[in-house]
Structures are given as C-alpha cells and as structure tokens.
C-alpha cells in the first residue's frame, strides 16, 4: 500500500522498534506485525513476551518460537493455557507463506510418526534446553504443572539464562540440585514463588539463599511438604533485603516467623496460612515490621485479638488487611487496628464470624482513607456498621457484601449517600436489599460503573431504571434477582451504551424483545450469561448477535427454547467468539466441527 510505502520510507527502523515496544496489548502487536514484511520483522526482533500450553508437541514448538523472537525476556509455560498455536505465541504470518503459523500448528496437534506417543507431548528437560539456548536474556519464567521437566532442565536455565529475576515453578518435580544451580549463576534473582514442590527441600532452598542474599526480595510458597522451620531461618539470616513473604504450610511454627521478620525489617507484604503460627509469631510481627503495607492472615484458628493488638502498635503504615477464616478474632481486634492503622485503604473480611458490628464501626469512623472493603460471610454485623461506613468512607470505590443478612434498605441508602465515589458495588444473598436501597445507589453513585446485585429478591425494574438513569455501567450482574423482567434490561439498554458485561442467568422473566433491545443499545457487549432464562429463544440471539458484534463469551445452558439452531447462530455469526457454554446435547456435529475450540460442556465445567 502506498500509505506504508510512505510510513516505512519516513520513519527508521530504531523508531518503528521503540513504537512496537510500547504496543502493550498482544492483538495490538499481532496486528502490527501483519501490515508488511519489515513489520513483521521488527515485531519478531522486539517481542518480549509468549504464553506456551505445556501439552502438545511443546518441545519442538518452544525450539520454534525461540528461533524466530530474539528478544524474549519473559517466558510462560502453563498446561491450564489455551492449546498452543501460533496465534498465541507470537506473530501470525501470513497463510501464503511457509510460515511459523503453519508449522507451529503441526506441530501442537502432535507427532504421527511411529515413536511412543507419550514422547514429546509435554514438555521435558529438552524443551528448556533449547529455551536456555535462545534465550540467554531470559528474565522472567514461569512453569505450571509441566510434569515431565527434572532438575537437569532447570540447570540448563540456570547456566544458560544468568540474567533471571524471576522464577516461578508449580506442580513440577524439581529437586535440590535445580535450586543450588540457580544460587550460583542467577546472582540476580529477586522473585522466587514455588507451589507444590514435593521434592523441594530445605537442603536446596538455604544453598539458594546463601548465594543470592542481596537480590531476593519476594519469596513465596505452598504445599512444599519438605520446606520446615530451617528454610525461614535460613531466609532469615541471608536474605534481609526481603520485601514481600507469602507462607502456606501447616508445619512452619512461631519461631520461623519470628527469625524472619527480626532480620527481615524491611519486610511490606505478609501473607500467611500458617495454622502452627499463634500469637507470638504475630506479635512479633507489630515489634519488627514497622514499614508492613500488606498483611493477608488465612484460616488462622491459633492467635486471638492480643495478636492484631501487636500488629495495630507497630504497622502504622498499613494498608491492605485481609482476614479469612479467622475465627477467634472479634470486634476488638478491629477496633485496635481502626484506630491504629488509619492509613488503611483496602480490608476483606471474610468466614469472620465473631465479628459483629462495633470493629466495623470503628473502620468507618477512623479509616477516612478506605478505598475498598469487602465483608463475606459476615452474618452477625449489624445495620449499625454500615451506617457508620456511610458517614466514616466518603473515598470508599469498591464495596463487596456477600451474606450480610442485617444489610437493608436504609443501611445501603446510608452507604450510597456517603460514598458518592463507589465505582463497583457487589451484593450477594442480602436479602433485605430492594428498590428503595438501590433507588438510592442510582441516584448518588453516578461514578458507578461495575455492578453486582445478585439473588436479591426485592429487586425489580425500579432498580435497574435508577441505575440506568444515574450510571453508566460497563458490568452488570443480576442473576437471580427474580422480579426483573424485560423493562428494566431495556433501560440498561438505552441508557448504558458502554456495557461490556452482563449476567441476566436464572431471571424468568426475561425474552427475546430484552434480546433485541440489547442488540440495539448495547454494541460493545462482550460477555453475557442467559443460563436458566426459559423464556429466550433462537430468535432472540439471532437479534442479539446482530447487533452485539463483538461478542466473546456467551453463558445459556438450561435454556429449554434455544436449540442447536440458536447456538449455531452464536458460533457462526459472531467472529470474536471465545467461549460458548451449553449442553452438549444442543450442539450439532457441523457447529463441533467448525468451533470445537471455543464450546465448553456444562459438564466439564462442572
């Protein structure tokens, strides 16, 4: 074209590449690279990152992508990924070419030849052999579930890949040996995370450390069953430039918590599931960690309020605070850190059940600064909190209520006056909520653009006609909010033009003209769910996908009146389309031909 003639003649090379590096959105760059050869080129030269499924011909693939893309820093290996084809490695060439693309699908559907099939179809010590040969600026490298790789292949990384700062290895069978090979050659290594390492000992982690002391600053693990109290106390005694430690075992005990965080003072993010760490180790957590900014305290059954006492003295400086399944806790422990830790900005609660509604109180009158606040399974906090959230939280975003049976109308009337700045408001099984609360959120929260009112069965069209009159929604869910019928989707529709997301599932109410309406007001719609909508038809997703072109997800299993016609119309007339669940019945053998990689079964999900 001569429009790229021209760009191509005007602009370098050097500033085409700094362009392309900042593209940040991988289609983006897929696109670039389909303009003309020398884009393509430069994309192959400056792409920085790939996304690999560790099934399939996976080792002759990674061998592929590695010769063509020079400049790969971050690598993914995972087998819960999408199958690996070209579109999600790198640049799709053109088809006319002998291209990658064709040669990176052969090779995913797998070899024909007469070898042993099992050879080959994962990836093995081989495949991260040549991965540690192409990419020795390698920085960044993640394996998930990759079952057949050994220590041999990490040493290869290690070797071959000295500029590593990153690693992070899940459900692989990797031994000492692996570890004390990093240690010696990837001095810089700063972010370390394994979960469910089994071969992992404390043998190979304390070699890590010694030789990476300087560099480490995150350090992460689950469900290492080898991994004891020496490990912490040797991540202790070398690595005191640890900023952030997430901790998942049932054997570690007070001591190794307390070693940690003495050395460790400059330690911002805490995150423990620990049931063999009680109120010493926490308390030691308040004396040592004066500049924590995270602390997350999982199904904890063996500390009490005297430990948030601690951590409430001496973590002024806190600002996220999750609490999940902490059963001894109660209102004095969020009284203590209310009033403590004022800097407070995000706090989750959750399966609490002895906090009622004087901690809440005080993090409403307090913590002028929460941004965000969740509270699941809280059943015993009472009206009385959410009033004080009111007029406490004027900067309040994010409010996510899940259980919370004392929550009614005049309580979120209170919310929605005081926190005219909510942009995403979840409810769930709060049962006193209905038009009146919502009415209320309508016409205060106009910055409102994610919202969540779910089996709340005092909600109607009232509600949603408020919203759509007050907020511009992107996400909308109403699942089980049986009063709604067609009239309040239609006002979405009209008065929400930017809406990317809706649940409609389980409202009976609701037909083919709410189809239609959508198609009409609402082109931006990627993702919808009409799952237990009996009233739909195939009619109505042939109105929806005319006007809803770029759909990609679509939910509608037990939806008696739509047929394998209906999804064949969702398949076939909707490009973008990533996903389709439906029951397996309804599809025909010619609709499982052509999009068999975008329908999933109800009872797969499941």
């Not at 030849?113 to 994962?122: A, K, V």
């Not at 692989?172 to 990093?182: K, M, N, R």
């Not at 991994?227 to 900023?243: F, P, V």
């Not at 959750?350 to 600064?369: K, Q």
Request: aromatic share 4%; net charge neutral.
């Amino acid at each position: 074209m001569k429009g790229a003639d021209l760009i191509n003649s005007v602009l370098p090379d050097e500033l085409l590449e700094a362009i392309l590096r900042r593209v940040e959105s991988k289609s983006d760059l897929d696109a670039c690279a389909l303009v003309c050869r020398k884009w393509n080129r430069i994309d192959r030269s400056t792409r920085s990152t790939i996304k690999i499924n560790a099934s399939g011909a996976v080792d002759q693939l990674l061998a592929l992508v590695v010769g063509k893309f020079t400049a790969l820093t971050s690598v993914y290996i995972d087998e819960r990924l999408p199958c690996s084809s070209y579109s999600s490695l790198g640049t799709p060439s053109r088809p006319r070419r002998n291209s990658l693309d064709r040669q990176s699908r052969n090779l995913a559907r797998g070899s024909s030849s007469g070898e042993n099939e099992s050879d080959g179809l994962c990836l093995s010590d081989m495949g991260l052999k040549s991965l540690a040969v192409g990419c020795e600026g390698l920085e960044k490298l993640s394996l998930c579930w990759c079952s057949s790789i050994t220590s041999l292949g990490l040493v290869s990384i290690a070797e071959n890949c000295k500029a590593l700062k990153s690693l992070d290895i899940q459900g692989c069978y990797i031994g000492d040996e692996a570890l004390t090979s990093i240690g010696q050659n990837c001095k810089n290594l700063c972010e370390l995370n394994l979960r469910f390492c089994e071969a992992i000992s404390d043998e190979g982690l304390t070699s890590l450390f010694k030789n990476i002391s300087t560099s480490l600053s995150l350090f992460s693990f689950t469900a290492c069953p080898k991994i004891t109290d020496s490990s912490l106390k040797a991540l202790a005694s070398h690595c005191k430039n640890l900023e952030t430690l997430s901790l998942d075992s049932e054997s570690l005990k007070d001591e190794s918590v307390i070693s940690v965080v003495k050395e460790c003072k400059g330690l911002r993010s805490l995150k423990l599931r620990c049931s063999g760490v009680g109120d010493a180790g926490l308390q030691a957590v308040g004396s040592f960690c004066a500049n924590l900014e995270v602390l997350g305290l999982y199904s904890f059954h063996g500390f009490t309020d005297r430990s948030l006492s601690g951590i409430a003295r001496g973590c002024k400086n806190l600002r996220e605070l999750i609490l999940v399944d902490c059963n001894l806790l109660t209102d004095r422990s969020l009284e203590l850190i209310a009033r403590g830790c004022t800097k407070l900005e995000r706090v989750e609660i959750s399966g609490c059940h002895n906090i009622e509604y004087g901690g809440l109180e005080y993090i409403g009158r307090f913590c002028s600064r929460l941004l965000e606040l969740s509270l699941v399974y809280c059943s015993r906090i009472r009206k009385n909190a959410f009033v004080e959230l009111g007029n406490g939280c004027s900067l309040l975003e994010s409010l996510h209520l899940v259980d919370c049976s004392s929550l009614d109308d005049d309580a979120m009337c209170h919310i929605a006056i005081g926190c005219k700045n909510l942009r995403q408001l979840h409810i769930r099984r709060c049962y006193e909520i209905g038009d009146k609360g919502m009415i209320c959120v309508g016409q205060n929260c106009k910055h409102l653009t994610d919202l969540a009112v779910q089996f709340c069965e005092r909600v109607s069209d009232e509600s949603l006609i408020a919203i759509a009159k007050g907020c511009s929604l992107q996400k909308l869910n109403v699942s089980g909010c049986f009063e709604i019928t067609n009239n309040g989707i239609s006002a979405i529709s009209r008065n929400c033009p930017d809406l990317l997301s809706l649940d409609i599932s389980v409202l009976e109410h609701i037909s083919d003209m709410a189809m239609a309406e959508l198609a009409k007001g609402c082109p931006k719609l990627k993702q919808i769910a009409l799952s237990h909508c009996k009233k739909i038809t195939d009619v109505g997703l042939t109105h929806l996908v005319k006007g809803c072109t770029d759909l990609e997800a679509c939910q509608m299993v037990y939806c008696p009146k739509i047929t394998s016609s209906g999804v064949a119309t969702v398949v076939s007339s909707c490009g973008k389309i990533k996903k389709v669940l439906i029951e397996e019945c309804k599809v025909s053998e010619r609709t499982r031909r052509r999009a068999k990689a975008v329908l999933s079964f109800l009872c797969v999900d499941l």
